[in-house]
């Protein structure tokens, strides 16, 4: 499982200017079984996605694609955990990528 941290390195009227083509991103990934939730950061200063993938070179590529990437809109780390204490329900969308 990763979270992928997304921080804007630009007004957030500029990022908002830019948010369509992001959304695009996101529902690419979702689709494809990579993405699992989203969301803004409070303050909004940025966002949050968790995802599985089978690497974190994986997850490297899929942030290549955002628009918010290419544009230089946003700062991304990349936060890699193997969960140790859930609930039954993580095991329906917790894990790697087959």
């Given at each position: 499982?990763?979270?992928?941290?997304?921080?804007?390195?630009v007004p957030l009227a500029e990022a908002d200017t830019?948010?369509?083509?992001?959304?695009?991103?996101?529902?690419?990934?979702?689709?494809?079984?990579?993405?699992?939730?989203?969301?803004?950061?409070?303050?909004?200063?940025?966002?949050?996605?968790?995802?599985?993938?089978?690497?974190?070179?994986?997850?490297?590529?899929?942030?290549?694609?955002?628009?918010?990437?290419?544009?230089?809109?946003?700062?991304?780390?990349?936060?890699?955990?193997?969960?140790?204490?859930?609930?039954?329900?993580?095991?329906?969308?917790?894990?790697?990528?087959?």
């Amino acid at each position: 499982m990763f979270i992928i941290e997304l921080t804007y390195k630009v007004p957030l009227a500029e990022a908002d200017t830019h948010m369509a083509s992001h959304i695009e991103f996101l529902e690419k990934y979702y689709k494809s079984g990579h993405f699992i939730a989203s969301g803004r950061k409070e303050p909004r200063d940025g966002g949050i996605i968790f995802a599985k993938a089978s690497g974190r070179k994986r997850v490297e590529e899929i942030i290549a694609e955002d628009p918010f990437n290419k544009l230089g809109i946003a700062d991304y780390r990349i936060i890699e955990f193997k969960a140790t204490k859930k609930v039954k329900a993580y095991d329906a969308f917790g894990g790697e990528e087959e």
